[in-house]
């Protein structure tokens, strides 16, 4: 089992940046399927970006593109989530998860396939 620790978040103006981090202790990412998900009050997890750890291959909601962008430091074992260009509606609580030893393909944001949640990040952008 691996721990998923995150870090990063808060409160921003439209316009501004944050970035997120999603540390893995137990556990040295290789070919795994690492996703961020945000979810609001009263709404399902949504998926927001994902990254194979295998190839670096990522994916990306169409309401993020150009704006978010994920990437992984492996002197760190940690997946960032760079997001810039922010708006109100990304405010959110945000989760990575980790599905291990397995491609993300066209489930990445799906939720029920993640075993390994980190404990959440609130983001709140404000107008």
């Known amino acids: 089992q691996v721990q998923l620790v995150q870090s990063g978040g808060g409160s921003v103006q439209a316009g501004g940046s944050l970035r997120l981090s999603c540390a893995a202790s137990?556990?040295?990412?290789?070919?795994?399927?690492i996703s961020w998900f945000r979810q609001v009050p009263g709404k399902e997890r949504d998926g927001v970006a994902a990254?194979?750890?295998?190839?670096?291959?990522?994916y990306y909601a169409d309401s993020v593109k150009g704006r978010f962008t994920i990437s992984l430091d492996n002197a760190k074992n940690t997946v960032y989530l760079q997001m810039d260009s922010l708006k109100p509606e990304d405010s959110a609580m945000y989760y990575c998860?980790?599905?291990?030893?397995?491609?993300?393909?066209?489930?990445?944001?799906?939720?029920?396939?993640?075993?390994?949640w980190g404990q959440g990040t609130q983001v709140t952008v404000s107008s």
């Open positions: 998860a980790a599905d291990l030893r397995l491609r993300c393909a066209s489930s990445w944001g799906r939720s029920s396939r993640f075993e390994n």
């Open positions: 137990g556990h040295t990412y290789f070919q795994d399927c």
């Open positions: 990254i194979y750890t295998g190839a670096g291959t990522t």
